[in-house]
């Protein structure tokens, strides 16, 4: 496997405050990876310097060899990185389909003439991207609330329909902030499921932040902690739970 996100002694300062200190890890293409660490441990900051929302203050972040610390964040996409955030970021009052056609756009090429007299190629791509969006649903197994108001969901639906979403984007690399959080148990079952699924059927590489250490640990390749801005572990999950300095990070003993 090869590296598909390089992260090279990236540090983040607030003013006086060191959100991240000089953290290098690589993702490997085809894993699912986690990023953990308790409170405070920089895991936002650093999911949002790969989301190119926030700029380092020293080192680089490798995307394909493409440098994300020199990247607009509505590039993204584009690149193939899609994105769930831990608070869901849904539009309550559209249907599943109209929400999952949001992250259609960056493919479409359609001028604004064309798209106003609905003709032609923005006619094809209008066919092709809700052709997609079936696919998705499909998967997702959301057919029957196509045409839903995504307010009117459970939480755990919502939260299957902002995956949808990403996967819309046609991803590399999907990122994945918190999803499981505030799920019940057959909830996050079934998103653990999907993204397996994701990650094995549809070759698409997973970073994820979450607090649900079983979660983690069941489903992860790889996992990256850090604590207090500085990484103290990255290895397999196995190595993750029997190291000393996560365990004093977690309980507070060694």
């Known amino acids: 496997m090869s590296a598909l996100l390089q992260v090279?002694?990236?540090?983040?300062?607030?003013?006086?405050?060191v959100a991240v200190n000089d953290v290098s890890f690589d993702i490997q293409r085809g894993?699912?990876?986690?990023?953990?660490?308790?409170?405070?441990?920089?895991?936002?900051?650093?999911?949002?310097?790969?989301?190119?929302?926030?700029?380092?203050?020293?080192?680089?972040?490798?995307?394909?060899?493409?440098?994300?610390?020199?990247?607009?964040?509505?590039?993204?996409?584009?690149?193939?990185?899609?994105?769930?955030?831990?608070?869901?970021?849904?539009?309550?009052?559209?249907?599943?389909?109209?929400?999952?056609?949001?992250?259609?756009?960056?493919?479409?090429?359609?001028?604004?003439l064309e798209a106003g007299i609905f003709f032609g190629r923005a006619r094809q791509e209008e066919i092709r991207a809700r052709e997609k969006v079936e696919e998705i649903i499909e998967f997702l197994e959301i057919e029957d609330l196509r045409d839903t108001p995504v307010g009117a969901l459970s939480y755990g639906l919502q939260k299957r329909v902002e995956l949808g979403r990403a996967l819309a984007v046609g991803p590399k690399l999907m990122l994945l902030d918190e999803m499981v959080s505030g799920m019940n148990g057959e909830e996050t079952e079934d998103i653990g499921r999907f993204i397996l699924d994701i990650n094995e059927t549809l070759d698409i590489t997973i970073l994820m932040i979450e607090h649900d250490m079983h979660f983690v640990m069941d489903i992860s390749d790889r996992v990256t902690v850090l604590n207090y801005?500085?990484?103290?572990?990255?290895?397999?999950?196995?190595?993750?739970?029997?190291?000393?300095?996560?365990?004093?990070?977690?309980?507070?003993?060694?």
């Open 229 to 254: 801005g500085q990484l103290i572990a990255d290895g397999t999950p196995a190595e993750v739970s029997a190291s000393d300095a996560v365990i004093k990070a977690y309980l507070g003993r060694a």
């Open 31 to 112: 894993n699912i990876h986690a990023l953990i660490g308790p409170n405070g441990a920089g895991k936002t900051t650093m999911f949002n310097m790969i989301s190119a929302l926030v700029q380092p203050s020293e080192g680089e972040l490798l995307f394909e060899e493409h440098p994300l610390h020199k990247t607009r964040p509505d590039r993204l996409a584009g690149l193939g990185i899609g994105r769930t955030f831990q608070n869901l970021a849904v539009f309550g009052h559209a249907t599943v389909v109209q929400n999952l056609l949001v992250g259609m756009h960056h493919r479409t090429r359609t001028g604004l």
């Open 8 to 17: 090279r002694n990236v540090s983040k300062r607030f003013g006086g405050l």
